[in-house]
Every structure is written in C-alpha cells, then in structure tokens.
T-cell receptor, first 110, second 111 residues
C-alpha cells in the first residue's frame, strides 16, 4: 500500500497548457516533496512543503511551478505553461525517515 | 553543486551470487544515505538507509558507509532474478530535507 496516491497516472497536454498533478496521502503528513525524473535521467528534487509552506526548492522550480494544499489533504503541483522539456515522471513523496514515493504521474507535453 | 555518482552498469551477476553496488558523493556535509530500488516505469522504493559509519544489515541487504572516503555501498546476498532493477543511491545533508540522487546502477540477475 503506497503512502501516497497520485492522479492522474498519465497526462498528455499541449505545450503552453496548464496542468495540475495531485497527490493524496493515506494519513496525515506535514512534509511533502515533489520530484521529477526525465526519461533515462536522475531523479531530481523540485520542492518540499512543510506545514503548508514551501521549505526548500530547487533551481528547476521556477515561476511556472507552484504547489498548494488546497483542502488540507490533497497536495498539488501546478505547471502553468508547459514546455516540451517538462515531459517527465513526477513523483510526490512523504517523509518518514526516508522519502516514500507515490506511483508517479507521467506527463507528456506535445 | 552536490554530486552523487554511480556506475550506470549494467552489473550482471548469476542467481545466488552477491551483488555489490557502489556510490560516491561530493558533499562532506551529507548525513543520511539511502538506497532505493526502481523497476522500469515504476517509482523508487526505499530499501535501506544508513546514518553511521560501518555496516547495517537488513535481511539479504547490507549497506556500508565510509564517510571519510565519501563512499556508500549496497550488498545484496543470494541475488534473485526479481532483484533485477535499477538501484538508486541518495544522500541528504543536515541543512535541509531534500534528497540528491545518483543516476542509478542497473542490476541484472541471471537465472
């Protein structure tokens, strides 16, 4: 049983469109992360979110990205104007010692 | 720039053998070290973590850490075909909670 559930599992979007990726933890967690993995490349840290605030972010997490916890349970990553190079697997994770990943959302930008 | 380096492989071992996976890291401030297994098209799955120099054993897996050499390894005893996957090394420093990942080593266990 994964610690977090991500939806959708696969999203295809046109370049320039906005996408929202969702993450739902199975129990209350305060610490969330988003990571991404471009096909064939390393897993890269995007952002960590603690107690409803961004605590760390990487250089990748620029102004086109945002995170929210709109209703106290769901945790979302929004990409405002997608680019071809945003195509990747996006993983939500919770922290419990190590990071425990959801099953991921495959984002394909065409 | 924090770097975590792994040999991409593939590392091929026969079933029942010991697989040895290695990882080096650049940041001396790294405090916690993690090994993940990732099957193709799936998310990383945490296998083990280690904080202190020395060995840590969990079933068929042993993690080894040498902070002076900035080196961490994972041994898999009695390798099984189901262990065939990419193994990711990740490190975390005390300044934050983010993980820096290596590129992974692909392990192939042949029956």
């Amino acid at each position: 049983e994964p610690e977090v559930t991500q939806t959708p599992s696969h999203q295809v979007t046109q370049m320039g469109q906005e996408v929202i990726l969702r993450c739902v933890p199975i129990s209350n967690h305060l610490y969330f992360y988003w990571y991404r993995q471009i096909l064939g490349q390393k897993v890269e840290f995007l952002v960590s979110f603690y107690n409803n605030e961004i605590s760390e972010k990487s250089e990748i997490f620029d102004d086109q990205f945002s995170v929210e916890r709109p209703d106290g349970s769901n945790f979302t990553l929004k990409i405002r104007s997608t680019k071809l190079e945003d195509s990747a697997m996006y993983f939500c994770a919770i922290s419990r010692g190590g990071a425990f990943f959801g099953q991921g959302t495959r984002l394909t930008v065409v | 720039q924090k770097e975590v380096e792994q040999n991409s492989g593939p590392l091929s071992v026969p079933e029942g053998a010991i697989a040895s996976l290695n990882c080096t890291y650049s940041d001396r401030g790294s405090q916690s070290f993690f090994w993940y297994r990732q099957y193709s098209g799936k998310s990383p799955e945490l296998i083990m973590f280690i904080y202190s120099n020395g060995d840590k054993e969990d079933g068929r897996f042993t993690a080894q850490l040498n902070k002076a050499s900035q080196y961490v390894s994972l041994l898999i005893r009695d390798s099984q075909p189901s262990d065939s996957a990419t193994y990711l090394c990740a490190v975390r420093d005390n300044a934050g909670n983010m993980l820096t990942f290596g590129g992974g080593t692909r392990l192939m266990v042949k029956p």
